[in-house]
């Protein structure tokens, strides 16, 4: 018997509840590997998951927590042993199939990534989806010629998980980072991860008069979408990239071609579920050694199961600061 955060759906109503029950590992959907969850998190999605209608779930009764860490109980693959300590990101856990709001979770063994030297299970949660997909974009930034001393990096979205995370690893690598916000209370938050210019969401937000502006940043990690990434790309010097990666701020994108055509600026858009293996181990591995990890508490909001529902709310009104990490056997 495990608990588990249970969302149940109304078939006449069509409303959702979420509660925390005891059930049997049975219960468990079909997977190699038995993974006892130590922690999980709250991304975006978790909030649609846990919200009114239920969001991105396809089946019910569902488990959410689109990410965790752990310790392998069972496996049927050779990969893996009893002891191991994994993280899984991605694969539509969570939406699809059920996720890290439980005790324990069976997952297929392809999911899985070992859990890197140097990093606990609390630690890569506090990493975590977020974290990782913040890591997949310097990553791709830095293949794209991206290197310290080119000038400042942009980071939108900045004092949440995805733009925290960017913040402190850029900052350690040795870039400049201006951090956008529209929380002035941030600003000694995002100070402390290493930003050193902060950015008033709505001086970048404002609506485009010009497709191309003044030369100013040297790379981008958007994690809002929308207008704010429409006016980005007219500000990036020649040549400069933006890893794109949320949607917070609407799927639309209000530009034109001319910052492609004119500036040679590269929309790199950055998808975390279905990453391959060799990927994600060296997006987990590059977290590992370049995250400040001293850092990582002053991101942290701790939470339990019992914790969700309301936190569910609060990441879809953007309250949440940084990441929440779950203690599931709290």
């Known amino acids: 018997m495990v608990n588990a955060l249970i969302v149940t759906k109304d078939d006449e109503t069509g409303k959702t509840q979420a509660s925390v029950e005891r059930i049997d590992d049975s219960r468990l959907p079909a997977g190699e590997v038995t993974v006892a969850v130590?922690?999980?998190?709250?991304?975006?999605k978790d909030g649609l998951c846990l919200g009114p209608g239920g969001g991105l779930v396809r089946n019910y009764p569902h488990v959410p927590g689109i990410d965790f860490a752990g310790t392998v109980e069972a496996s049927d693959d050779?990969?893996?042993?009893?002891?191991?300590?994994?993280?899984?990101?991605?694969?539509?856990?969570?939406?699809?199939?059920?996720?890290?709001?439980a005790e324990k979770a069976r997952v297929k063994a392809d999911w899985l990534v070992p859990l890197p030297e140097g990093l606990t299970t609390r630690q890569a949660m506090a990493v975590g989806t977020a974290g990782f997909t913040a890591m997949l974009s310097v990553l791709a930034l830095?293949?794209?010629?991206l290197v310290p001393g080119n000038g400042p990096v942009l980071v939108t979205g900045a004092a949440g998980g995805v733009g925290s995370v960017a913040t402190a690893i850029l900052a350690k690598l040795g870039?400049?980072?201006?951090?956008?916000?529209?929380?002035?209370?941030?600003?000694?938050y995002l100070t402390s991860l290493g930003a050193t210019q902060i950015v008033a969401?709505?001086?970048?937000?404002?609506?485009?008069?010009?497709?191309?502006?003044?030369?100013?940043?040297?790379?981008?990690?958007?994690?809002?979408?929308?207008?704010?990434?429409?006016?980005?790309l007219g500000q990036m010097k020649y040549g400069a990239s933006v890893a794109a990666v949320g949607l917070a701020g609407g799927a639309a994108l209000p530009a034109t071609v001319v910052p492609f055509l004119l500036r040679g600026v590269n929309l790199l858009g950055i998808d975390s579920v279905m990453q391959p293996f060799d990927n994600r181990q060296r997006a987990w591995a590059r977290v590992?050694?370049?995250?400040?990890?001293?850092?990582?508490?002053?991101?942290?909001?701790?939470?339990?199961l019992a914790d969700l529902p309301a936190l569910g709310a609060d990441i879809l009104a953007g309250k949440v600061r940084g990441r929440v990490v779950v203690d599931v056997r709290a």
């Open 288 to 304: 590992a050694s370049d995250l400040p990890l001293e850092k990582l508490d002053a991101m942290i909001q701790p939470a339990t």
């Open 142 to 145: 830095e293949d794209h010629g």
């Open 201 to 232: 969401r709505e001086d970048i937000n404002e609506t485009v008069k010009r497709p191309l502006e003044s030369e100013t940043w040297a790379g981008c990690i958007d994690a809002v979408g929308g207008a704010m990434l429409a006016r980005v």
């Open 38 to 44: 130590e922690y999980s998190t709250v991304n975006y």
């Open 175 to 188: 870039h400049e980072v201006a951090a956008v916000t529209g929380r002035p209370e941030t600003s000694d």
């Open 78 to 101: 050779n990969r893996y042993k009893p002891g191991d300590k994994v993280v899984l990101t991605g694969w539509r856990v969570g939406e699809a199939h059920w996720g890290g709001y």
